[in-house]
């Protein structure tokens, strides 16, 4: 898997919802190192295979720091600890047993498409927030 000197957040550009998540990240992110890699891309889509998933039918998001994977709901806690302030609300997800935020994640992944619709966050014109985005 290649190594990154900064953070990765590795998503479905797709997804208004996780369109939405990448927004927050550049939002929240003061420090302005977490890059993200649209699964749609050549470098989200390598990663995704070297974590053994399938950027085709993206069900999962990755959060990469130091060679170390976060998947689904651990990556968006470990994401939102990283970013600081409200960012922090994330570690909540903690509270929720594995086995239960598991599956609500599997359930929210299959159906984002239908319950919050498409986006494109790769057409975001925020120049600061394009920096970001891995291809």
């Given at each position: ?39 749609q891309?050549a ?5 995704m ?33 990283r ?53």
């Amino acid at each position: 898997m290649p190594q990154f000197d900064h953070p990765v957040a590795v998503m479905d550009a797709d997804c208004a919802l996780c369109s939405w998540g990448a927004r927050m990240i550049h939002r929240l992110d003061r420090t302005g190192d977490v890059r993200i890699a649209p699964i749609q891309s050549a470098t989200g889509a390598a990663l995704m295979r070297a974590n053994g998933l399938d950027p085709i039918d993206p069900d999962s998001w990755l959060f990469i720091v130091d060679g170390t994977v976060w998947r689904d709901f651990d990556a968006v806690i470990r994401l939102g600890e990283r970013a600081g302030g409200w960012g922090r609300v994330c570690s909540l997800l903690r509270l929720v047993p594995r086995p239960l935020r598991d599956w609500l994640y599997a359930r929210v992944a299959r159906n984002r498409y239908a319950v919050f619709g498409r986006g494109d966050m790769c057409a975001l014109p925020d120049p600061a927030f394009q920096a970001r985005l891995m291809t």
